[in-house]
């Protein structure tokens, strides 16, 4: 059984060439551009952008402009959601990327806080892929459905917190 979310010894997620391979697909704007207008082009509409990607850390923003925006004067709930599942979402995928055996992944929950009002570009920051890792490694060995929580972080470009989003994600082995 071939592996590629091999973890070191203390649990951290190491990189291989074909995580290099996604995160340089992700990381390149026309190909995320396409990325978003195949899968999600709500994502491409509403301005969403992918800041930095690796292993361990991910970062997505939002813009506050028109078509991001509610009638309060503040950016809508299901812009900043979907900023926000994208800062998760992209780990995720990193996590599960051409895993022998393949991992099916799928979020199964959802919770969030408003904090302030979101009134200018917002950055979703997610710093737990290791988690997302190791669950897909338990779930390659496993080989039933392993769910992981994780937080990301929505802060206002003065460094402000707006909101907080926590994501369960499951993991199965395919086949």
């Known amino acids: 059984m071939t592996t590629l979310t091999a973890t070191a010894e203390n649990g951290v997620a190491t990189v291989t060439p074909e995580h290099q391979e996604f ?8 190909m995320f551009r396409y990325f978003l207008f195949r899968k999600v082009p709500l994502g491409l509409i509403a ?14 923003t939002i ?24 800062s998760n979402g992209s780990l995720a995928l990193l996590a599960v990327f051409k895993c022998n055996p393949s991992v099916a992944v799928i979020i199964v ?50 460094g402000t917190e707006v909101a907080r989003f926590t994501f369960t994600w499951s993991f199965k082995r395919r086949g």
């Not at 340089?24 to 704007?29: D, E, L, V, Y």
């Not at 930095?52 to 850390?57: G, I, T």
Request: hydrophobic share 45%.
């Open 63 to 86: 813009p506050y402009r028109w078509i991001t925006t509610n009638p309060f004067k503040s950016a809508y709930f299901a812009a900043l959601a979907m900023a926000a599942e994208l």
């Open 23 to 30: 995160i340089a697909k992700m990381m390149n704007p026309w």
């Open 47 to 60: 301005g969403m952008k992918l800041k930095y990607l690796d292993q361990h850390k991910c970062q997505a």
């Open 109 to 158: 929950g959802m919770e969030a806080q408003f904090i302030k009002k979101a009134t200018t570009l917002t950055t979703f920051t997610c710093e737990e892929g290791d988690k997302l890792f190791a669950a897909v490694e338990r779930a390659q060995k496993m080989g039933e459905a392993i769910t992981q929580k994780i937080s990301t972080i929505g802060r206002a470009e003065d």
